[in-house]
């Protein structure tokens, strides 16, 4: 799977959108881009995932750049609730033996108040 | 649904013993998989199954780790003998084969942890 690269840490103020990177130079034709957050205490939740179209659910926003080497998860209107670790993860999908995910160090992301 | 079912949600124990953590899938998911997290290494897959059979443990640290899928519904991480380094978050996920075509997300559901503390 591809490497992604993500910044260690943001903050948004609440409910102002949370623009959220991540780097995927290496991505190859075959290989989604995910993402999953952490909120502290929890495990990973699914938000959303693309492959080279941008995508929208009541969650969030994906963006992914013509080229696909990087993308963005946009949150519309940020809040409290959305302090979490978010993971940027590229795989390759519905590939049976491929179904592995594979978490960095994600990107922490504070919403202020 | 209740979603992924983990127990015990905290286990204390001492070097040496033998810990088991059980896991209950959602109902109808063709996938379990075990995560462990640290401060260290993050979260890292240590085996997943298919259909009650595994299909990549290349994650199991060792062998004092094993993982069992005896029905759809059940399965077992279990440590013998326990270390202090063992200590860390140990999460059960599931999920469903999801055709291509569908253009649903083949989503991970993870369950709320157990926190392994090894003295």
């Known amino acids: 799977d591809a490497k992604t690269t993500q910044p260690t840490s943001m903050d948004c103020a609440e409910g102002r959108a949370a623009n959220l990177p991540c780097n995927h130079s290496?991505?190859?034709?075959?290989?989604?881009v995910y993402w999953y957050r952490q909120i502290h205490s929890q495990g990973p939740q699914y938000i959303i995932h693309g492959l080279k179209n941008n995508e929208t659910n009541e969650m969030a926003s994906l963006i992914i750049t013509e080229d696909r080497k990087s993308s963005t998860l946009i949150l519309p209107h940020a809040t409290l609730r959305d302090t979490a670790v978010y993971y940027c993860i590229v795989r390759v999908a519905f590939d049976f033996g491929n179904e592995k995910l594979t978490f960095g160090t994600g990107t922490r992301l504070t919403i202020i108040p | 649904d209740a979603g992924v079912i983990q127990s015990p949600r905290h286990e204390v124990t001492e070097m040496g013993q033998e810990v088991t953590l059980r896991c209950k899938p959602i109902s109808g998911h063709d996938y379990l998989f075990w995560y462990r997290q640290t401060m260290m290494r993050g979260l890292e897959l240590l085996i997943y199954f298919n259909n009650n059979v595994p299909i990549d443990d290349s994650g199991m640290p060792e062998d004092r780790f094993s993982a069992k899928m005896p029905n759809a519904s059940f399965s077992t991480l279990k440590i013998q003998p326990s270390e202090p380094r063992d200590s860390a978050v140990y999460f059960c996920a599931s999920s469903l084969i999801v055709p291509k075509s569908s253009k649903a997300a083949d989503t991970q559901y993870f369950g709320p942890g157990t926190r392994l503390t090894v003295l």
């Open positions: 290496t991505i190859s034709g075959n290989e989604y």
